[in-house]
């Protein structure tokens, strides 16, 4: 290797390094789970964004000012902040609640409930475990995914606007 070719590699190794650090810091920092107690988000959220994020209720159908929200964006986590959907995914599903058709990369997890007898896949926030909805197989393309969410359970951020620092 000439010592021009080594030179450029090892300033790139160096760059490469420089932000490595910061870049780790900020995926750790996301993918970290955030625990408080009940009484510590009671405080913190209105009566029905609580009842919904941690007593998993449901608001009531078409009763969510971010059913018609279509501007650019990102809908976050009403309790922790977390991004979990981005504007062009969201499409009218005609069930009365916000729908998308795909989560943010690692922004939701899964778990099967049975409350109605039959199983149903509820979604949580994957940062504090916020009840968010449900996902039924039977959305658009191109995930055929449904993810009906309570909109009390989301914030949303326009495109022109910085997202709030994640809640510690």
């Known amino acids: 290797m000439k010592r021009r070719e080594l030179m450029r590699h090892g300033l790139a ?9 910061p870049l780790s810091a900020i995926a750790a920092q ?3 789970k955030l625990s408080k107690s009940k009484a510590e988000w009671q405080k913190l959220l ?5 009842d919904v994020l941690f007593e998993e209720g449901t608001e009531y159908p078409n009763s969510s ?3 018609k929200e279509k501007r650019a964006g990102k809908f976050i986590c009403a309790a922790c902040y977390l991004p979990l959907f981005d504007t ?8 009365g609640w916000p729908s ?9 997890a899964t778990k ?8 149903r896949t509820e979604y949580h926030c994957s940062r504090c475990g916020g009840h968010q ?12 995914k449904r993810y009906c969410n309570n909109g009390v359970a989301l914030l949303f951020v326009p495109k022109d606007q910085d997202l709030p620092a994640l809640r510690s």
């Open 46 to 50: 209105q009566p029905a964004q609580y």
């Open 88 to 95: 062009s995914t969201k499409y009218e599903s005609g069930t």
């Open 30 to 32: 996301v993918s970290a």
């Open 133 to 144: 909805g449900h996902v039924f197989d039977d959305g658009p393309q191109p995930t055929g």
């Open 65 to 67: 000012p971010l059913l």
């Open 112 to 119: 099967v409930d049975f409350k109605l007898v039959l199983p």
């Open 13 to 21: 190794a160096i760059g490469i390094a420089a932000f490595a650090k």
């Open 100 to 108: 998308f058709y795909a989560a943010l990369p690692d922004g939701v």
